[in-house]
């Protein structure tokens, strides 16, 4: 993968807030606007929703999900060309003993400090999403399959 690819990716994971999650509910594909924190391996996403919300139902009643991140579109460019990372993954809980919940929950805050009442909120849970595959387009020509380890290797080769 050529450094303009690698700076996009980095830059979806950590400038963009927005997600766009596809899950099963009641039979039917859903996909739902969700905020988003990436772990620092870049190998999962994390997400604080409510447990009243559908795709949290239909998350919880699979496990599997795919989730699209991407720049905003702007009437300057041609859309078909904007950084775009669409992952397939397993949804679990990430229960508030488990080793990584503070980081994880610090992390998430860092990014949406408004939405500390809702770590305060019975129905909210803390999902990890381990990325499993991943394909990265950043342009006409610029696609890239990847797995939850090549992700890890690029944040360690880019260190």
Do not use: C
């Amino acid at each position: 993968m050529d450094s303009q690819s690698r700076h996009s990716l980095a830059r979806l994971f950590h400038e963009q807030r927005v997600a766009s999650l596809g899950t099963i509910f009641r039979g039917s594909p859903l996909v739902s606007l969700i905020l988003f924190s990436a772990t620092p391996d870049l190998a999962g996403i994390d997400i604080h929703v409510s447990r009243l919300a559908q795709h949290t139902q239909g998350l919880l009643d699979s496990g599997r999900v795919g989730l699209m991140i991407a720049e905003p579109d702007r009437e300057s460019r041609n859309p078909q060309t904007i950084a775009r990372l669409s992952l397939q993954g397993e949804a679990e809980i990430l229960p508030s003993d488990h080793p990584e919940y503070q980081d994880a929950q610090e992390a998430y805050l860092r990014k949406f400090p408004n939405t500390a009442l809702n770590f305060q909120l019975g129905d909210f849970l803390l999902i990890r999403i381990t990325v499993q595959s991943a394909r990265l387009v950043t342009g006409f020509g610029k696609i890239f399959d990847l797995t939850g380890d090549d992700l890890k290797h690029l944040v360690l080769s880019s260190s």
